[in-house]
């Protein structure tokens, strides 16, 4: 998220991530996604959202989409991001998905360097537009098949 609202939080994404956010959209993504946490002895650590049975922006690439990888900043390198995404290959590859896909903003380069050490591979690009504002993704796709 922070890619996105590098040059400033705009009332228009505030707005926007107040709603995603909130406790009612965690509600409904409980009740329709696959969520895994993440935890220690100080809580939640991170987590995956799985949508299973997904079209990514680009044509021919139906499969689950890694909705969400979240893991909490100061966390951050310390492995936890890479046991949830392995666990979201084999939750993906156990629903017999021929393929697990996600969006990343283009500008955020740790994160496509992170995906591709782990087996994905840029499928194309599309966009994330809010109140007129562009943002370039790029659609990261894993063969599970």
């Known amino acids: ?17 107040l709603d ?5 959209s ?18 939640v ?24 990888l979240y893991i909490r900043p100061p966390l951050q390198g ?11 290959v084999s939750l993906a590859a156990g629903r017999s ?8 903003n283009c500008e955020n380069q740790r994160a496509q360097g992170f995906y591709t050490a782990h087996g994905f591979s840029v499928a194309g690009r599309t966009q994330f537009v809010l109140d007129g504002q562009t943002y370039p993704n790029a659609v990261l796709r894993r063969d599970l098949s």
């Open 1 to 17: 998220m922070t890619t996105y609202i590098s040059r400033g939080l705009s009332k228009p994404f505030a707005e926007y991530v």
């Open 20 to 24: 995603k956010f909130s406790p009612d």
């Open 26 to 43: 965690f509600a409904c993504a409980i009740a329709t996604d696959q969520l895994v946490l993440s935890e220690d002895d100080t809580g």
């Open 45 to 68: 650590t991170g987590y995956i959202r799985l949508k299973h049975g997904q079209s990514s922006p680009i044509a021919g690439c139906v499969g689950t989409e890694l909705a969400t």
């Open 78 to 88: 310390q492995g936890i991001g890479r046991a949830l995404l392995s666990h979201a």
């Open 97 to 104: 998905s021929p393929v697990l896909w996600l969006t990343v």
